[in-house]
């Protein structure tokens, strides 16, 4: 009798990377995906001569619902999805729209002030640009030495 090898074995198991769904990488993937928090907010960013573009999705969202703040160098971006009710009859089958709250956050650097940041938002994409800060110069400063 031919010994048959582990990949093959795993694989007629259903645990090989071909098959299609298996219980233990479904919940491993939603507990330890990286890309949980982007599924939700993905960001384009770009640059500028005059600064930096953040291009946001975020569909579905009133522009009321999302909150911009910058705090010690971070440019935090907060929504909220409302679920919508519905008004029929019968029992949803499934549910694939995210509800709830999620946010996001962006280090911009201590140097970046309120007001060199504005954004917009139009058609679930929030626009977010960031002037680049004038960097001044430090003058070379000579100690008297005593």
């Given at each position: ?19 299609y769904y298996h219980p ?16 939700v907010m993905k960001t ?47 029992k949803n089958l499934r ?52």
């Amino acid at each position: 009798m031919a010994q048959m090898n582990v990949e093959e074995n795993n694989r007629r198991e259903g645990y090989g990377v071909d098959s299609y769904y298996h219980p233990f990488w479904s919940l491993f993937n939603d507990y330890f995906s990286e890309n949980e928090a982007t599924d939700v907010m993905k960001t384009d960013i770009s640059e500028n001569d005059d600064g930096y573009e953040l291009e946001v999705e975020v569909p579905g969202v009133d522009k009321k619902d999302i909150r911009l703040s910058l705090d010690k160098g971070y440019l935090s971006i907060a929504a909220k999805v409302n679920k919508k009710e519905r008004h029929g009859h019968g029992k949803n089958l499934r549910m694939e729209r995210y509800t709830g709250s999620f946010s996001r956050s962006f280090y911009v650097g201590n140097n970046v002030k309120k007001e060199d940041i504005s954004a917009a938002c139009d058609n679930g994409i929030l626009t977010i640009d960031i002037k680049k800060p004038v960097e001044t110069k430090q003058e070379e400063k000579f100690i008297e030495i005593k």
